[in-house]
């Protein structure tokens, strides 16, 4: 982590910072072990590493949702509170994830932000999106939107950005990698599985801005010191 403190620094882009003051680089992928689908919470799923690699990782791990009745996904969870500050504020954020076709086409990316579903839905064999969609209302979520970018080998980059408000904290804050059963809403993202329709998973990238950023390796824990810095362990 890089602490600057000046008096008066002009910087290159002309802006002055005050003195003292504490300046702390913007993280740009909030997901720890992006690319370790192992260390990922997981429900009614399993998850192996396979071979090869993606557009963004030399690891894939191939995730086989079971025959429960539930959500079949990895995912990691935010600290209460959330990741972003505690204002009226509208924070646009950025999130996709390589994925391809292993015995099922069909997979999903999923936001839980207070305390409903904003999601992207999509069939990785035809390259086409399924389903971009929220429960949540537009004092949650605005500005949706989600796609697919084709990769090399049958891998997608598949992505999902909107922007949010940020006051909302009333359940942690998670996202999703999930299979899928190709139906629209949510019911494509919870069902009962059939123990066989599984998707490659080769890293994921998640980050407070409106454009995708550069995908960066996470291997640590990621947290908010609850002034509005977001650190890396």
């Known amino acids: 982590m890089t602490r600057v403190t000046a008096t008066n620094r002009v910087l290159a882009s002309g802006r002055t910072l005050a003195a003292n003051r504490l300046v702390i680089p913007v993280q740009q992928n909030l997901l720890a072990y992006s690319e370790a ?3 990922w919470l997981s429900d009614a799923i399993t998850i192996e590493e396979v071979g090869g690699s993606s557009p963004l ?3 894939i791990f191939e995730i086989t949702e ?3 009745n539930n959500y079949h996904t990895i995912y990691q969870g935010f600290p209460a509170g959330g990741i972003f500050e505690n204002s009226e504020i509208l924070q646009p954020i950025y999130y996709y994830a390589a994925l391809k076709k292993s015995a099922s086409a069909y997979a999903s990316l999923d936001l839980l932000l207070a305390l409903g579903n904003t999601f992207i839905t999509v069939d ?5 999106v399924i389903d971009v969609d929220t429960t949540e209302g537009a004092a949650v979520v605005q500005d949706l939107a989600g796609g697919l970018i084709e990769q ?3 891998w997608f980059l ?3 950005t909107c922007k949010v408000t940020t006051s909302y904290h009333l359940s942690e804050q998670s996202v999703y990698v999930m299979t899928s059963n190709g139906a629209e809403g949510v019911a494509g993202l919870s069902y009962a599985g059939n123990g066989s329709r599984s998707i490659l998973f080769g890293g994921a990238n998640f980050a407070l801005t409106n454009h995708r950023t550069p995908y960066r390796l996470t291997e640590g824990t990621v947290y908010n010191d609850g002034m509005g810095r977001v650190l890396i362990s």
């Open 57 to 59: 990782s030399t690891t």
């Open 152 to 154: 090399e080998d049958g």
């Open 37 to 39: 689908a192992d260390e």
């Open 124 to 128: 990785l064999e035809e390259g086409t």
């Open 66 to 68: 079971t025959t429960d």
């Open 158 to 160: 598949v992505w999902l």
